[in-house]
């Protein structure tokens, strides 16, 4: 079972960036795709970001096309979501998933995964 902790987290400017992280232990992390989550209050989590297992597929929600990156660094058990040009509408939990598996894709849904980080509040002021 693996262990995800996020960290990161923060208030920004509406404009500004910010970088959350997501560490893995106790398993292979090259055998897990990974992706990011957030959920806001009042709404359902929705899909940020996914990346396969090598990083060779990623696949983002139209909404932060364009301004979030999502990498990961499989030496250092880490997936990380670069955020920029943030809106008071990115304001959520955001919460990093991984799921085990032997193929090369990325996943959106929340169902997907089996694996999940406790979250890390993002604030975006206006």
């Known amino acids: 079972q693996v262990q995800l902790v996020e960290s990161g987290g923060g208030l920004v400017q509406a404009g500004g960036s910010l970088t959350v992280s997501c560490s893995a232990s106790?398993?292979?992390?090259?055998?897990?795709?990974m992706g990011w989550f957030r959920q806001a209050p009042g709404k359902e989590r929705e899909s940020v970001a996914a990346?396969?297992?090598?990083?060779?597929?990623?696949v983002y929600a139209d909404s932060v096309k364009g301004r979030f990156t999502i990498s990961r660094d499989n030496a250092k058990n880490t997936v990380f979501l670069q955020m920029s040009s943030l809106k008071p509408e990115d304001t959520a939990v955001y919460y990093c998933?991984?799921?085990?598996?032997?193929?090369?894709?990325?996943?959106?849904?929340?169902?997907?995964?089996?694996?999940w980080g406790q979250g890390t509040q993002v604030t975006v002021s206006s």
């Open positions: 998933a991984g799921r085990r598996t032997i193929m090369t894709v990325a996943f959106t849904k929340a169902n997907d995964y089996n694996n």
């Open positions: 106790g398993v292979t992390f090259s055998m897990y795709a």
């Open positions: 990346i396969s297992r090598s990083g060779g597929t990623i």
